[in-house]
């Protein structure tokens, strides 16, 4: 798991560093003029924060293998898909049955934490 999580990990910050370049030199104009351009900062910065997470959980497999950080590394993956992604297409195509799939990433990010935490409380 430690591998899976980290080559995870690098893949959505360097996918969240291009995504945020391209929404500043690319979209900026067109999603300031929909008033959807906080949507996407906000799907950018989730990601990165995210990407660190699964860096984290990659760590923690190592130190504390076991179900819990599996599930942390993979909640946050999933998370920073359905969270994230659903804003990304919310903010460029305006796609509004999007916003009702955020929420279900943001519960994907909050178990991350969770198991997280309670790995590292329990050592395993």
């Known amino acids: 798991m430690t591998r899976i ?6 893949a959505a910050g360097f ?8 929404g500043v ?3 900026r104009d067109a999603l300031e003029a929909a008033g959807r351009m906080e949507t996407y900062e906000t799907a950018v910065q989730y990601q990165l924060i995210h990407a660190l997470a699964l ?6 497999a190592e130190r504390w293998p076991g179900k819990l950080t599996r599930t942390a ?3 946050f993956a999933t998370g920073i898909v359905l969270f994230s992604g ?3 297409l919310l903010a460029i195509f ?3 049955f999007m916003g009702a799939v955020a929420p279900l990433g943001g519960a ?12 590292a409380r329990r050592g395993a």
């Open 55 to 60: 860096l984290a959980a990659a760590w923690a």
């Open 73 to 75: 590394g993979w909640a």
């Open 25 to 27: 030199h690319a979209l």
């Open 94 to 96: 305006n796609l509004r």
């Open 15 to 22: 996918l969240g560093v291009g995504l945020g370049a391209f």
């Open 86 to 88: 659903s804003l990304y």
């Open 5 to 10: 999580f980290g080559m995870m990990g690098g």
């Open 108 to 119: 994907a990010l909050l178990i991350g934490w969770a198991c997280l935490g309670l790995a």
